[in-house]
């Protein structure tokens, strides 16, 4: 028995899980038990300028006589994580005495930038931060949209890392940087001292060349954007470093512990604990965001592709992540943290039971749109989407809750069609795994719209990805990404759901519904 820690860092909560590969009746299996779960989310923080002869920031407003308050920026609490990292991996010490190894993987896009002595000059801005409003036309005007895209094959998100590192022109911070590190490598350079890319990750940024692996320098060149800031790529799957001493200490874990790099890119991880058995599968890697797609061998290029905003990110074993960002159950969390505020009833479950209880498709909006994007007042951007489809806004919270819910299948509907056409590729079942797998009525309404068989599970995809690729590096496990996914699978409890089910819509009103969100 070879136990690993595998740190999976989500926008709602970070977890460190212990995954213990285990031999079974008909092989080897993983066995997941989390052993930290801690918070995150974003923390909004306004520049203070201090003194008579502080200057202000674009947008700043006056603070008061000698000091001048910036823009907040949303930020993440980066020491906060890994404090959290820190704790699960003594906790996952103290569980199984000695780890076989580390991986952590997380969101895309967001860095620290690290300054000439190595230190992390500030948080992590947040991807939903502001400061990146109107970048991707000032980029565009010196790399176009088409020859951005035929070089990096990634979708146009105003958070990609290109347009955060463009639109932090000029800043102080920016000047005095000489590395940025993605969120899973600046955590993982803490822990060993070895600074590197991984290239799943990698793949996000918008500055990696999409078909042979390696940084776009050119690009970044003509942006503006320092090359001397991207470190080393390394492959998922490979040894990053040894934890060094003064951490192992800490954490009190005797023999020398690895860090093993993974499919650092959180859904990189998840789409290698989808549990396939055939090679015809679409996923939905359904949390915060729903990431909603085939596993290519090549990248699609072209302009219908880029058109649709379809990514190509990299996956492991040299696989491409064909898919697109469905805007995900971040509706629904910021609903219901309003209604929190609000005083109003906010339990999920019950919620979800009043949902069902809707009649489908009633209100239907594009739920990708950009509005959706920042934090705020969902149910009022739900409300003004539907009234400028023609629509009746949804009154109850239970008729918002479905709103939300018939949208996002509708949203899976139409990437998975999309993503068959686009490809050339044939799809019999969709596999849904992540958080959204708890979501009955949602994994209902996604095998009824896009008219497939849903498999749902696991829940924790990206966490399972992480210690299959782990182990497979530490030699526990061989083979191919299939094999991987052969152990995975074993003992997940998946559960199967028919198009075509009770109380649901039917071909004919989807395409309707279609019709009616996407005007
Ligand atoms: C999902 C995810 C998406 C990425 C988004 C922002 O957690 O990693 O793949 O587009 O977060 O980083």
């Known amino acids: 028995m070879s136990a690993f820690a595998a740190v999976d860092l989500g926008a709602s909560s970070g977890r460190v899980i212990v995954g213990r590969v285990v031999d079974g009746v ?290 492991v074993d040299g696989t491409v992540r064909y898919l697109k960002n469905v805007m995900g159950l971040w509706v629904l969390q910021e609903t219901l943290r309003v209604w929190n505020e609000a005083g109003l009833p906010a339990d999920l479950p019950d919620l979800l039971a009043a949902a069902s209880q809707v009649p489908a498709l009633t209100t239907v909006v594009d739920i990708d749109a950009p509005a959706f994007l920042p934090p705020g007042d969902m149910p009022a951007r739900l409300a003004a989407a539907a009234a400028r489809t023609g629509q009746t806004p949804p009154q109850t919270q239970a008729e918002v809750v479905r709103c939300i819910l018939d949208s996002l299948a509708l949203a899976y509907r139409r990437a998975v069609r999309q993503a068959v056409s686009l490809s050339g590729r044939d799809v019999q079942v969709v596999h849904v795994v992540g958080g959204g797998v708890r979501n009955e009525l949602l994994c209902r309404l996604t095998a009824d719209a896009t008219g497939l068989p849903v498999v749902a599970g696991p829940v924790e995809g990206a966490a399972l990805g992480n210690v299959l690729v782990q182990a497979r590096a530490a030699g526990v496990l061989s083979g191919s990404l299939a094999d991987l996914r052969t152990v995975g699978a074993r003992g997940l409890d998946l559960r199967r759901y028919e198009p075509g089910g009770p109380g649901m819509p039917g071909a004919a009103q989807w395409s309707a519904a279609e019709a009616r969100a996407f005007v």
Do not use: M
């Not at 890994?82 to 199984?96: C, F, I, P, S, W």
């Not at 005007?141 to 590192?165: C, D, I, K, S, W």
């Open 26 to 315: 008909d092989g080897p299996r993983a066995a997941l038990h989390e052993v930290n779960r801690f918070p995150n989310g974003p923390v909004r923080v306004p520049a203070v300028v201090g003194g008579a002869s502080g200057s202000s920031t674009a947008g700043a407003q006056t603070g008061g006589p000698g000091a001048t308050t910036g823009e907040a920026t949303l930020f993440w609490d980066v020491l906060h994580l890994y404090r959290g990292v820190l704790d699960g991996l003594r906790a996952a010490t103290r569980e199984v005495g000695t780890l076989a190894g580390v991986g952590i993987d997380s969101w895309a896009v967001d860095h620290g930038l690290l300054d000439a002595d190595g230190r992390l000059l500030g948080n992590p801005v947040h991807y939903r931060d502001a400061r990146t409003d109107g970048i991707p036309d000032k980029a565009f005007a010196t790399v176009p949209a088409a020859e951005l895209y035929a070089r990096t094959g990634l979708q146009v998100q105003p958070f990609n890392t290109v347009f955060q590192l463009v639109a932090a022109q000029g800043t102080a911070a920016l000047a005095a940087a000489r590395q940025a590190l993605l969120v899973p490598d600046l955590l993982g350079a803490w822990l060993t001292g070895v600074p590197v890319a991984e290239v799943t990750n990698a793949s996000t940024t918008g500055l990696l060349d999409a078909t042979n692996r390696t940084w776009a320098l050119d690009v970044a060149d003509r942006l503006g954007i320092d090359t001397r800031l991207l470190p080393p790529l390394r492959d998922p799957g490979v040894l990053l470093g040894h934890v060094r001493d003064d951490v192992r200490a800490d954490v009190g874990h005797h023999a020398p512990l690895p860090v093993w790099t993974v499919g650092s890119h959180d859904t990189a991880s998840a789409v290698v604990a989808v549990p396939a058995t055939r090679p015809d599968f679409a996923y939905v890697s359904c949390g915060t965001w729903s990431l909603v797609g085939l596993e290519l061998d090549a990248p699609v290029l072209t302009e219908a592709s880029r058109a649709a905003n379809f990514t190509n990110e990299a996956g």
